[in-house]
C-alpha cells in the first residue's frame, strides 16, 4: 500500500533488485488504472507515485504495480511492488523493494493455498519465513478491487485480514465507506481506513480508481495528476528502472481524470474546427 512511505548494503541498487522480477509486457493484460500521483508531507511536494493495475486475462490473474519515489525529512526513498492475485483476491506472488537512503530492503513471497513463503533480504541476511494465512487474507495492494466486487455502498464496513507486503506479516483492517462526496470533479466515495498501525482517507470512484489519500495524523497525502511532469517534477526519474519494473514506460493516462482532460479536448478542437459563419 502506498502507506509504507512512512517509514544493507552499499552495491546493491534499485537496478538490481528490479532485475530480480522483471518480466515482459504480457500482451494478454488489460490495464484497469495506470496513473501518476504526488506525495505531500505537509502540502510539500515530497515525491510521486506511478501505479498500474491489470487483469491478465490469459492466466486469470490480477496485476499490481507501483513505484514510489521521494524525499521525506531530508531521507531518499524508493519502493516498488509487483504483485499478482487470481481473480478471486487469493494471493498468487509478490516481489517488493525499499531503499531508504542505503538501507535496503527485498522480500520475494509466493502462496500456495493458506501458506506463504517468502524470502526477506536486507542486503546482509536471507531469512525464509513460512506462514499460514488466515482464511480471506489478501494481498493489500487489491483493497480497492476487493471492495468493489463485494459492493460498496454508503454505511458499509468492511472487516479483514491482509499481507501487508511491505513486512510480509498478516495485519487486521478495516474500511468504512462513509458517504458518497464529490472530489477533484468526479462522485466518489469516501472511506475511513484503518491497517497495519495506520489510519488515512481514501476516495475512490465507483470504479476503482483511487484519486488521492490523506492522513491527517502523519500529514501525508497522495493526490492523483493528470500528468507525469506534474507528479514527478524536480524529483529523479529513471526511465530504465521503470522500464524494468513495468515492462514499459507507463503513460499514466488510464484514470478518470485523464478520461475527462482528453474529452475536454477533443470537444475543445471540435469547438475550434467549426468553420466561420459567412456575413
Known sequence: ????IYFNRFFLSLTVFLALFQSPVNAQ????????????????????VIQRYELDEKNKQFVSTYYIRGNNSGRQFVESLKA???TSFKP????????????????DAKFA???????????????????????????????????????VSPGKKYDFSAVAEESAEVQKGEALIEKEQAYMGQS??????????QKFVSFMTPRGHVLATESPAQQVATQLVASRNEAVAKFPFSEKNIKTLFGNLPSGQVHALAENKQSGDRKGASIKSKPEKSK
Open 188 to 197: 466518489t466515495y469516501k472511506i475511513l481506513n484503518s491497517f497495519a498501525g
Open 92 to 107: 498468487v506472488s509478490y516481489q517488493y523493494t525499499s531503499q531508504v537512503d542505503n538501507q535496503i530492503k527485498a522480500i
Open 29 to 48: 493484460a488489460k490495464v484497469l488504472f495506470e496513473g501518476y500521483s504526488k506525495i505531500l508531507v505537509a502540502g510539500v511536494h515530497a515525491g510521486y
Open 84 to 86: 499478482r492475485s487470481t
Open 1 to 4: 500500500m502506498v502507506w509504507t
Open 113 to 151: 493455498g493458506n501458506q506463504m513463503s517468502a524470502v526477506i533480504d536486507d542486503g546482509k541476511l536471507k531469512n525464509n519465513v513460512q506462514k499460514e494465512l488466515p482464511n480471506g487474507t489478501f494481498l493489500s495492494t487489491f483493497q480497492a478491487y476487493l471492495m468493489l466486487k463485494n459492493g
